[in-house]
Structure formats: structure tokens, C-alpha cells
DNA sequence: TTGAAAGCGCTAACAG
DNA sequence: CTGTTAGCGCTTTCAA
């Protein structure tokens, strides 16, 4: 019954105001110069058509979209939907909106392709690689690219900035703790071998050990996975000599880890193993886990994602790249013996 | 240094390939009319140039933007994560793309004003209610909108369409196993008393207790958050007489549930106490928990989502409002005694 | 199958 | 401050 539902548009309204649509489009573009009875009458014809200004349009003229692409892989781990959360909610704040991309760990080439039918203002590669070649083609388009918790492998080297937290002096806290608590047998169990985050965090750790005269008395490999990291545990503890100690890539592996340890082992934490994660999402505090991590403030790594994100847009004519090292926190719980 | 990084348009590739711009637009269109010669010369001049066709141009002429709006409020509760990944994996495999709107429990209406501006081929409100007003603006606008794990209220009836489990049933099941394991004292714990999830859950247990001759002896509130779910349990169970089995409207409740229970107030689960949860996250079988749980078995949600959305899109003649409500499953583990 | 031409809804000069 | 005009990059009639 009800007509055909042609969108309104801005011509609607002009001529419903009587104004011209430039008069309109003014009125809604912050900052123009109307008179304040030319945006009242505009206003009230919009509200009474039901007019908004078409995203598209806007964007096809001005050559901004006021669209950030995030690139995902996993969202299992909650480090990510949380910093999703609050990366979506402040760029919202700025009239952003963020559209999403998932694909499978470090391709995220032909996802981009995707990505630029878009002509996104900014991409945020969550945990995911960027490859040379596609670095390039963003640069070619000057869209700004930011890696969120992840820096750039040999070959990306600078063409995209990069945010993330002190892995490496993070993790050195880490040895130290395990070492000051009179650990000698202290296993590591990493993430993706090939991933900035792991290598760093291993080489924090190890490196520290070394310069207390200790070392990575056991290793196994968990891929951020949580299956894989208890298989990697089962594997490691059930061993004639197990270790006494564990720091383990990320939280979300340390949680498999420690039920590993308990309940399929049958071993106490932190009596007969400290454990250590790195992330502290939110379950790390639950007291079934009650576990010492390392915190990577979120909230500051989603400001300088954004603000990245934004001078870049502000002065478009040079894209500078900008490598943002956070500091990573040592939060104290219950899993390591004292 | 670089040249001003103008975009590359159909135009430069039309000139480049030697053929009009229609040849080029009808090359990237699958199932135009074009020659398979016409088609390789402009795909090679598009490879050669790094052209993409533009998508805002393109939805402007077409009307269809192939982004699905989606509105979230809150990502603590891993259940929506795992949602988001497999909706947004599942729209792209067709095509569409995800944008991310956060707004703050049962307040869409600002929100999908802005939505509108970008004129999405659909909406999936997660969580959130839809009001009246904003339900028949959309309908105006004849878009689609699915409302994901909530069903209307009463004032926006058959304004959405709808995708549920059947939380009644699986709220029969629970009361059901808990009367069969000889409990007396049966707690329930609610989610936001105005979201008709937890108000299906609570009528689906108390229902079916009644029929078995029994009752929720005593009564909570957590409004779906770790915090106020774990107050909630606190109080419940330190009166003098405490329940013997309570069940929890999500499962991301049933931890802090479970936790306090534990930790704080030195019970065991389920010797003293049976705690049934909802959703079936992921964390619910991890051993630390093995939680009871009801299972939403996401992937048939997501592909009802879907198929609604889509079937909207193709006969968009005519908008049918569908409420979907597939089956839950009672997952037993080892948090209800035997 | 192909090209010319028109126009989606908007903003950005440029006059006035 | 306001209106006129041109055109963003694309698809789609319509003829050929």
C-alpha cells in the first residue's frame, strides 16, 4: 500500500525549506557558514521528511569516507573483542564507523583488495601481517595503516606504523619474577613462531633469564591456540623432570595451561608450578585463574591507533609512519609461588 | 616525491584498454553481456593501473551498498564475539560486509539514525532493542532488520524480524534435570529483567518447575554482567538456609557464580551446590569450569540471520517479517550433582 | 556485444 | 550568507 519508497533527498528538502540544496547541505555540515534561520527551516523539512544525507554521495565528492577497515582473524581470544569494543566506540566518538574484515591469519591480501572498493579513510590489521605488496598499494592510495599489536616483519619494514606494548620489557619483568622466586626449571610456551608478538616476548624473556644466569629450561609451542597450548603443556609436564615454572604467550593459552596442570596432571599451582600469561583479559582476575600476567594497557593503545589514524587524515599531503611502543604492567595475582 | 595519488577510475582503464567505460563497468559486473575479448583487456588494463571499482559510486546508481549494519552493545560476554566472527565471515563469503555500530543496552535509536546514512542493505540489532519509531523508520526505508537473540517487545511487533533459540524448552530442560538430581532449593539468577531472553529463561524454568511440584525458592539479579552476577551470589548464598542448585541466565554469569561460590564462600560444585549456566561459550567446558550449560547453536542462528537478510534483498516487493527459534541443547558436564 | 549519454545524491567552487 | 553550476565514479538505459 505504501508508495514506492524513493530515498529523500537533499533536493527534497530544499525545496520543501525553500532553499537551495546547497543551503542544505550546509545546514548539515558542522562549521558552514548558514544563518541560524536558514538551518532552522532546513532542519525542521529534514526532520519532517525524514531526510539524512547519503554517506555515499558525501563520500564520493569529498573523498572521505569516515570509514576505518579493521582486519581480524580471531576473536576467541577476548583481547581482541575488547579492543574492538573500545576501538569502534572512540572512533564513533569522531564520527567514524568501522567495518569489518576477517580473514585467516597473516593473508590479509586479498582481504585489502577488498578493503579498497571501499576507499576506507584508515585500516587497522589486528594481529594480522601485511605484506609488502599490499603495504605498497595502500601507500599508493595514501590510506594510513596502523598494525595494531603487531610490528612489521623485515620486508613491510615502514610502510605501515605500528602500535603495541613493550613485549620485550614486559616479558624481562617476567624472568625476573620467576627467577627472584627461586624458579631453576622455568618453561616457555610460545604463540605463532612466526608472529611479532611471540618472537618478542620470547626474546624479552629469554634474554633477561640469560643475564640472571638462568635460561628457557623447556619450550613448546602453543599457536595462540587454546588446544594446541594444552597439548604443548601435556606434553611438557608429564615428562620424568617437568618444569617448575611457566610463562606462557598469551593468557588465553595460560588458562588451558593451568587446567591442564590441575586437573589432568593433578598439580597445584603455585605450590608445584607458577604460571605467568601476558594480555590480563578480564578472566585472567577471575579466581579460578587468579593469574600474574602482563597487562597491555588497551585503552592507551587504542588512543594512539586513533590518533595515528587521524593526523594522518588531518595532513594528507605526507603519510608518516609512526612505530608506538606502550608500556606493558606487571600485575601481581596468585599463580606464582612467593 | 609521488605524484598526487589521484584514484584511478573506470574512465583511466576505459582509455587504457581502448573501449568505453560501460565495457569496463560490464567487465566487473558477473553476468553482463561483455565479449571474453573485451573482458581481458580491460581486467589487464585494471591490473596494470591497481583499479578497483569505486563501491560508494557504485551503491550510489545501484542502491545497494552491500553492508550489513551491526549493533552491539556489549562484547564481555564471549558469546557475541563468536557471533560477530561467524555472521561477518558468513555475509562475506557473499559479498557483504560488516559495519560496526556500538551503542549502550536497549538505546538503538541514535545509533541506527546513523546507520541510515549508509544506507545498508540490512540491520542485525544483537542484543538490543528496537524502538517503535526507529522500527518503522527502517521499514520506511524498507530495510531489513533482524533482531539477533531478542525478540520484540511488545510495542515493536512484527516491526523485525527475529532469530532466537528456544529459551523456553531449554529452560524446561534445566528445571527438569535439577528436580531429577533431587534438588529442593532451587536458586534462579536473572539476566536484565527487561530483555526477553532472560524473561523467556526464567518463564521456561519456572513453568516447568511448577509442573514438576516445585519452585524457584530464591531469586537473583546479574543483568548479564560478571560483577553484579557475583553480588547477586554472594547475598543469595550467604543467608543461613542457601540454595542446593542454582541456574544462571548466561553462562559469562555462571562463572562469577561459580567463583564465588568457590572461592569466596567455600562450597564444592556440585556436591553442595549445582550450578547450570547459558550459551555454551567456549570457556564453558574449559575443566575449570565444566560447567551444565544450554547450547545456542550459533551457526544455525547465523545462517537464519543470513537467509532472512537475504531473501529480503532479493524480493524487496514485499518485506515478510520472519521470527525464527531453532532448538537449545542441555550439554550436561559435571557442574549438577547425579 | 558495444558506446553515448544521462544521472545517482551530494559538495565545492564561484559569483552575487 | 546564499544560489548556481559543475562533477565525484559509477551503472544503465537506449541505439547502433
Given at each position: 500500500m505504501s508508495k514506492a519508497p524513493r530515498t529523500v533527498t537533499s533536493f527534497d528538502v530544499a525545496r520543501v525549506a525553500q532553499v537551495s540544496q546547497s543551503a542544505v547541505s550546509r545546514a548539515f555540515t558542522?562549521?558552514?557558514?548558514?544563518?541560524e534561520e536558514t538551518r532552522e527551516k532546513v532542519l525542521s523539512a529534514a526532520r519532517l521528511l525524514g531526510y539524512r544525507p547519503n554517506a555515499h554521495a558525501r563520500s564520493l565528492i569529498?573523498?572521505?569516507?569516515?570509514i576505518i577497515g579493521l582486519v581480524l582473524s580471531y576473536?576467541?581470544?577476548l583481547f581482541y573483542p575488547i579492543a574492538i569494543q573500545r576501538l569502534s566506540e572512540r572512533l564513533q566518538r569522531d564520527g567514524y564507523h568501522v567495518l569489518l574484515f576477517f580473514c585467516p591469519q597473516a593473508s590479509a591480501d586479498e582481504v585489502v583488495d577488498e578493503i579498497l572498493q571501499y576507499h576506507v579513510d584508515g585500516i587497522v590489521l589486528a594481529s594480522v601481517t601485511l605484506s609488502s605488496t599490499l603495504a605498497r598499494r595502500c601507500a599508493d592510495a595514501s590510506i594510513p595503516v596502523v598494525m595494531f599489536n603487531r610490528v612489521h616483519s623485515v620486508t613491510d619494514r615502514q610502510e605501515a606504523s605500528s602500535v603495541t606494548s613493550d613485549n620485550y620489557a614486559g616479558c624481562a619483568e617476567v624472568a625476573k619474577l620467576l627467577v627472584d622466586a627461586g624458579h631453576e626449571r622455568i618453561a616457555f610456551i610460545a604463540g605463532q613462531e612466526e608472529s611479532s608478538t611471540s618472537r618478542e616476548r620470547e626474546r624479552g624473556f629469554r634474554e633477561e633469564l640469560a643475564r640472571l644466569?638462568?635460561?628457557?629450561w623447556s619450550r613448546g609451542v602453543g599457536n595462540y591456540d587454546f588446544t594446541q597450548a594444552r597439548v604443548a603443556a601435556r606434553d611438557m609436564f608429564s615428562r620424568p623432570e617437568r618444569p617448575d615454572a611457566v610463562f606462557v604467550a598469551s593468557d588465553h593459552m595460560a588458562f588451558a595451561v593451568m587446567d591442564t596442570i590441575r586437573f589432568?596432571?593433578?598439580?597445584?599451582?603455585?605450590?608445584?608450578v607458577s604460571v605467568v600469561g601476558f594480555d590480563?583479559?578480564?578472566?585472567?582476575?577471575w579466581l579460578s585463574y587468579n593469574l600474574t600476567t602482563v597487562r597491555q594497557p588497551l585503552d592507551e593503545m587504542v588512543e594512539h591507533t586513533v590518533q595515528i589514524l587521524q593526523s594522518a587524515l588531518r595532513d594528507d599531503d605526507e603519510l608518516r609512519r609512526e612505530t608506538i611502543v606502550v608500556p606493558a604492567l606487571l600485575v601481581q595475582r596468585a599463580s606464582v609461588r612467593r
Amino acid at each position: 500500500m505504501s508508495k514506492a519508497p524513493r530515498t529523500v533527498t537533499s533536493f527534497d528538502v530544499a525545496r520543501v525549506a525553500q532553499v537551495s540544496q546547497s543551503a542544505v547541505s550546509r545546514a548539515f555540515t558542522k562549521g558552514a557558514s548558514v544563518s541560524e534561520e536558514t538551518r532552522e527551516k532546513v532542519l525542521s523539512a529534514a526532520r519532517l521528511l525524514g531526510y539524512r544525507p547519503n554517506a555515499h554521495a558525501r563520500s564520493l565528492i569529498t573523498k572521505k569516507s569516515r570509514i576505518i577497515g579493521l582486519v581480524l582473524s580471531y576473536l576467541e581470544n577476548l583481547f581482541y573483542p575488547i579492543a574492538i569494543q573500545r576501538l569502534s566506540e572512540r572512533l564513533q566518538r569522531d564520527g567514524y564507523h568501522v567495518l569489518l574484515f576477517f580473514c585467516p591469519q597473516a593473508s590479509a591480501d586479498e582481504v585489502v583488495d577488498e578493503i579498497l572498493q571501499y576507499h576506507v579513510d584508515g585500516i587497522v590489521l589486528a594481529s594480522v601481517t601485511l605484506s609488502s605488496t599490499l603495504a605498497r598499494r595502500c601507500a599508493d592510495a595514501s590510506i594510513p595503516v596502523v598494525m595494531f599489536n603487531r610490528v612489521h616483519s623485515v620486508t613491510d619494514r615502514q610502510e605501515a606504523s605500528s602500535v603495541t606494548s613493550d613485549n620485550y620489557a614486559g616479558c624481562a619483568e617476567v624472568a625476573k619474577l620467576l627467577v627472584d622466586a627461586g624458579h631453576e626449571r622455568i618453561a616457555f610456551i610460545a604463540g605463532q613462531e612466526e608472529s611479532s608478538t611471540s618472537r618478542e616476548r620470547e626474546r624479552g624473556f629469554r634474554e633477561e633469564l640469560a643475564r640472571l644466569n638462568s635460561r628457557i629450561w623447556s619450550r613448546g609451542v602453543g599457536n595462540y591456540d587454546f588446544t594446541q597450548a594444552r597439548v604443548a603443556a601435556r606434553d611438557m609436564f608429564s615428562r620424568p623432570e617437568r618444569p617448575d615454572a611457566v610463562f606462557v604467550a598469551s593468557d588465553h593459552m595460560a588458562f588451558a595451561v593451568m587446567d591442564t596442570i590441575r586437573f589432568e596432571l593433578k598439580l597445584r599451582i603455585p605450590e608445584d608450578v607458577s604460571v605467568v600469561g601476558f594480555d590480563d583479559v578480564p578472566q585472567a582476575s577471575w579466581l579460578s585463574y587468579n593469574l600474574t600476567t602482563v597487562r597491555q594497557p588497551l585503552d592507551e593503545m587504542v588512543e594512539h591507533t586513533v590518533q595515528i589514524l587521524q593526523s594522518a587524515l588531518r595532513d594528507d599531503d605526507e603519510l608518516r609512519r609512526e612505530t608506538i611502543v606502550v608500556p606493558a604492567l606487571l600485575v601481581q595475582r596468585a599463580s606464582v609461588r612467593r
